[in-house]
RNA sequence: GGCGCGAUACCCAAGUGGCUAAGGGGACGGUCUGCAAAACCGUUAUGCACGGGUUCGAAUCCCGUUCGCGCCUCCA
């Protein structure tokens, strides 16, 4: 039985029930990356919320999910200047730069990624379109939107034309008749790109190409358009102005939008200079630990991003994955045993993909879900640490098992090779501090003649200088490990 | 100024009318161990910024106050 998936829709303020267009294809578009330098964990935050997202409707439906690249853009061109590149090379390095770090982050390849550069003919049609129907008028070589003549500017946002033209202010060489309007199409400059028009030449303002390509790529009304809170307004709001004048057709019927990531409490954000690049952090944690710390508070709430937060994420991910190493040990180890069905360890395991999809129908609540999911760990830890019922522990480990594993597809964390993931973070850390393996493995060796001679003095003073170098240390039946802190 | 969001323990963080306020970190106590570590068990908010109100019943709804944050300009 599978309950009904509640979204928080931007556009109505509150969480309604999820009804695609058609659920047998469900369109979801996200606003991507500007690409004019490596990302940060801001985008990360982002296309890890909205991974799950479509991982999670997947579950359910065939989704198309497509994500864009502004490629052409007033910062790419800057860029490209200042290294004698073209916009074009700018570009192009930096798609591949973002898609490397989202992949080491494990966020599945969009169905589709258009760039502006390759959509410019449905760009111009569809700024043809709204001069033809009067939303729009050409000006001083440029085209902009005329926000008077939508009649619910503002509409996403919440926010009327005259509470904002307080605020707003025309740039010098600007010709908008209202303040609030914005710019389809920009005139030509010297040494910028430009494409030809029956306006004169020139390149596209920066909404039109989320309502050009997703229309080419969904649909005039798809089921889900995400981004960042910040786009909400102007960003959106322009969207569905440009996209509703021009198709006479609702736009996007859910909108999401995912919180911050903040420093100290405010957004990471280039200008304030404050951010770190998923490239700079994979160096320091785990991708793993990355996704845990992004998908531990809910997506819509802001999320505090510190060394402290994200070491704790990382000492998570390696008690999940030793975790479910010892799991998939004891399970191999069992075999035929727990098959027919009975009773469990503890019944609750039985209900942990219920659970987690009633946390998920809310909101994809993954904070939840993953705190549920810390129980079953911890049931798992127990029953390997303390056996009764062999039939009875083989089957409740199954089940465990199984149930973790079809999370782990949704979430994207703990589905990996255990063995893998433990030892890349240990490899790091080695790295990290200098840690010589035959240089521990001789003082371990060591200790381990003092300790047959239960020489207990000389055995603690090794552990004490192995601590000394970082190196925590673990007697077992089977012999001593070790694992740098 | 306009619009919006938030305030839950030492820290992080779920919980939006009703059983004992999830989970994690930390701390402390215990089991295990020669001693540790890891793992597991227990303890750690009669309390949910503050003041009123609605209700049989409120962290949850309403009003006010304080504080913090975001958008209104490029921004995930």
Known sequence: MTTTLQVYNTFSGKKEPFVPLDPAHVKVYVCGPTVYDMAHIGHARSAVAFDVVVRYLRRRHKVTYARNYTDIDDKIIKRANELGQTPEQVSSRYIVEYLADMDALGCVRPTVEPK??????????????????GNAYAAGGDVYYAVESFANYGKLAKRNLDDMQAGARVEPGEHKRNPMDFALWKGAKPGEPQWATPWGPGRPGWHIECSAMSREHLGVTFDIHGGGKDL???????????????????FARYWLHNGFVNIDDEKMSKSLGNFFTVREVLKAVDPQAIRWFLLSTHYRSPINFSDAALREAEQRVVYIYATLDRMQ?????????????????????????????????????????????????????????KPSDPEMDARTLRVASQGLSSIAECLGIFGEDPQVVLGRIER?????????????????????????????????????????????????????????Q
């Not at 502006?116 to 129907?133: C, D, R, W, Y």
């Not at 307004?233 to 102005?241: D, K, L, S, Y």
């Not at 040990?329 to 360890?345: P, W």
Request: no cysteine; charged share 30%.
């Open 232 to 250: 909400t307004f102007p960003h959106h709001e322009n969207e569905i102005a440009q996209s509703e004048a021009a198709n006479g057709a609702q």
């Open 329 to 385: 040990k004891a399970v191999s180890a069992m075999a035929g045993k727990g098959i027919a069905a009975g009773t469990l360890r503890d019944p609750s395991v039985a209900d942990i993909i219920t659970r987690f999809e009633q946390a998920m129908d809310d909101d994809f609540n993954t904070a939840k879900a993953l705190g549920d999911v810390s129980e079953v760990f911890k049931l798992v830890n127990e029953i390997l640490d």
């Open 116 to 133: 502006v550069s390759t959509h410019l003919p449905q760009i111009i049609t569809m700024v043809g379109e709204l001069v033809a129907k």
């Open 428 to 484: 790091r850390k080695q790295g990290e501090k200098g840690v010589d393996p035959a240089a521990v493995q001789a003082l371990i060796d060591e200790r381990l003649e003092a300790r047959k001679t239960k020489n207990w003095k000389r055995a603690d003073e090794i552990r004490d200088t192995l601590a000394r170098m970082g190196i925590a240390i673990k007697d077992s039946a089977t012999g001593t490990t070790w694992n740098v």
